[in-house]
């Protein structure tokens, strides 16, 4: 946040807080609606919006006494609520070069409509009919070059995959978070679209000579459902035989990624939240949507949970 505010990158106003108390003081003063980030890496889960003062109190709680993200939560940042649409905006970078990934977009809430709590994400598409190409030159010229360029001249030259969550309103885009990662489950519908082989763009970002490489990108849409245990974001079972897996081998342009899974005596069994990401590849986002959910129909677990809406938003984007 500091880096943004010194290069002058679109983002909330906030302030940061080591110690409970003066978070809490700073979050009467200024009242709510706020946005309660544990700083560190939290699983794609450290962000909590509070509707009221004791929302943001309970949020800053669970952080910072609670622990509920360990070291991430040593340092908070409560920064503005900012309303909008979001999106993923991600780039391969070897701290001079970019080549931008197609714009992509999340589903956060657990329930349809974006109701409930926040989790590691519920779904993905791209691209992301939200991101217009005035808007991806704008992301481009004030958001990520100029995280870049800065990074280098504060002497950490950044390299590797930069990703950027955007809220955008008003056909402008300001900066929520920075991730110096992959998302998940945004990756998914990204590299079933990627055609390049991945390899040698990650070895360019690391050799320093990305200006020599060119990424082919297919023209089709992506959609990935996740597939979770019932009771996810909080508690939930886990070790149920998932059934029915074979039978998405035999649809074309789907892949079936593997998240809390493994292997037992032969057979595949739920180990985590957020278990499978089932994504496909089609022309247009409504037929994607479509293949995805054909072939979530097909697996199924005791306790499985997922959003029916997955890439709804890209059918009413104006």
Known sequence: KDLMKKYGIPTAEYRTFTSRDEAAGYIR??????VIKADGLAAGKGVIPAKNIEEALDAVDLIMVKKAFGEAGKKIVVEEFLTGE????????????????????????IFDGDRGPNTGGMGAYSPAPVVTEDLHAQIMKEIIRPAISGMAAEGRKYKGVLYAGLIIA???AKVLEFNARFGDPETQPLLMRMKSDIIPVLQATIDGNLFQIKVEWDERAAVCVVMASEGYPGSYQKGFEIYG???????????????GTVIKDGKIISSGGRVLGVTALEYGIKDAIG???????????????????????????K
């Open 245 to 259: 897996l074979e039978e998405t081998l035999k649809i074309p342009n789907v892949e079936v990624f593997h998240g």
């Open 170 to 172: 008003d056909g402008k």
């Open 86 to 109: 979001e999106a993923s905006f991600l780039v391969f970078t070897d701290g001079e070069s970019v080549i931008p990934l197609p714009p992509s977009q999340d589903h956060k809430p």
């Open 291 to 317: 293949l995805a959910y054909r072939a979530v129909k097909d697996i199924h677990w005791e306790g499985v949970y997922y959003r029916q809406d997955i890439g709804r938003k890209a059918l009413n984007c």
């Open 29 to 34: 003063e200024k009242g709510a609606p706020l």
